[in-house]
């Protein structure tokens, strides 16, 4: 039992790594190895919802933050556009993040809140 799981392992290296399947591999650990395949990593992002009070979006965390401003159809003001000059800062759910070169946080643990959507304002 132990050899057949090193031989698996050192037959599925290459197509962990990204390699296309060998012809001398046997077909049946090919086709465990694609059911064991993790799912991509767009589906494993988790998504926050924010809200303007009027609108409510949902956007992957560590988007833009930016782009979910314009998103959500607020404008937000640049001038450097590096945040250095803090002009763009933008307040959501109670912190001030700079949108130019901010991220989206994380989705909020409270039901509550994530049902209502982390409220952004300009600051």
Known sequence: MMLRNLLALVLLAPVALGFAPSAT?????????????????IAMMASTPLSNGAKKISVPEGSSMMAACKKLGIKVP???????????????????IKAC???VPP?????SVLEK???????
């Not at 591999?25 to 990593?41: E, I």
């Not at 989705?107 to 039901?111: G, I, R």
């Not at 959507?117 to 600051?123: E, I, S």
């Open 25 to 41: 591999m046997p077909r049946g650990l090919v086709q465990q190895r694609r059911a064991l395949a993790p799912p991509s990593s």
């Open 101 to 103: 070169v901010g991220k």
């Open 117 to 123: 959507g982390l409220p952004v304002r300009k600051a």
């Open 78 to 96: 640049t001038n450097c556009k590096k945040g250095d000059c803090g002009t763009c800062t933008v307040n959501v759910g109670g912190k001030n």
């Open 107 to 111: 989705a909020p643990k409270l039901k």
